[in-house]
């Protein structure tokens, strides 16, 4: 069955650090990818989305790339600030097109 | 600005009570979503609709209903709330389309049944 996985356990960094956080998909061939971002008690949040045959793309402080053949994204905030501290969900195109599956989110703390 | 609303934050019901979430998009998106979110599960899609009286299920439609009588109002609705119905729901919009390249989400209601 399609599977969405992103680390479960939190992500702490230093101020100033690039964040860099994993999906990895299986039994999936999404047309593309997104990013949300999720505050405490909110609803997730729009970021990126990155189509198949696009390997990087950038967003002021934001960089996604995905690779098809691991079929993986990697997500980085270069220059973390405490702000960015929230949770980061990855999520795909699912089966007919209709659907969007996400994964659970990695939460991540940036210490000042 | 694009807005997502959903009509209360937190609700807590009683076990067997019919409990009605509702949610309203002022941006003209054809398809809107019902989502619920639970620790280390992610979201999960209940139901959608990619247009007005349409409606299609998701993962886990078990125990929910929708309604949707007019574009820009979806909702959810527990014909008879359970224990395990306890969660945060969030409902989304998104562009007409086979593809929902950017949902836009409300804040969610976190529901709680005791």
């Known amino acids: 069955s399609q599977k969405i996985e992103q680390n479960s356990e939190a992500l702490n960094i230093q101020e100033g650090k690039t964040a860099t956080l994993t999906c990895n998909y299986t039994?999936?061939?999404?047309?593309?990818l997104q990013w949300y971002r999720q505050d405490p008690g909110r609803g997730p949040v729009f970021l990126l989305l990155?189509?198949?045959?696009?390997k990087e793309k950038r967003k002021e402080r934001l960089k996604v790339t995905f690779d098809t053949t691991l079929k993986q994204s990697l997500f980085h905030i270069t220059a973390s600030q405490p702000a960015d501290s929230a949770t980061y969900l990855c999520?795909?195109?699912?089966?007919?097109?209709?659907?969007?599956?996400f994964g659970a989110g990695t939460r991540l703390f940036v210490k000042a | 600005d694009v807005k997502v609303t959903q009509s209360s934050r937190y609700l807590v019901k009683r076990t067997g009570e019919k409990v009605f979430l509702e949610c309203v998009q002022d941006?003209?998106?054809?398809?809107m979503f019902w989502y619920r979110q639970d620790p280390g599960l992610g979201l999960r899609l209940i139901y959608f609709?990619?247009?007005?009286?349409?409606?299609e299920k998701g993962d886990i439609p078990e125990g929910y209903s929708v309604s949707r009588e007019k574009k820009e109002r979806f909702s959810l609705i527990l014909e008879s709330a359970s224990t395990n119905q306890t969660s945060m729901y969030l409902c989304?919009?998104?562009?007409?389309?086979?593809?929902?390249?950017?949902?836009?989400f409300g804040s969610g209601t976190q529901l709680s049944v005791l």
């Open positions: 941006m003209d998106h054809e398809n």
């Open positions: 999520a795909l195109e699912g089966t007919g097109g209709f659907k969007t599956i």
């Open positions: 989304a919009s998104s562009l007409a389309g086979a593809t929902n390249e950017k949902l836009f």
């Open positions: 990155i189509r198949e045959n696009e």
């Open positions: 039994n999936y061939s999404p047309a593309y």
């Open positions: 609709s990619y247009d007005v009286k349409m409606k």
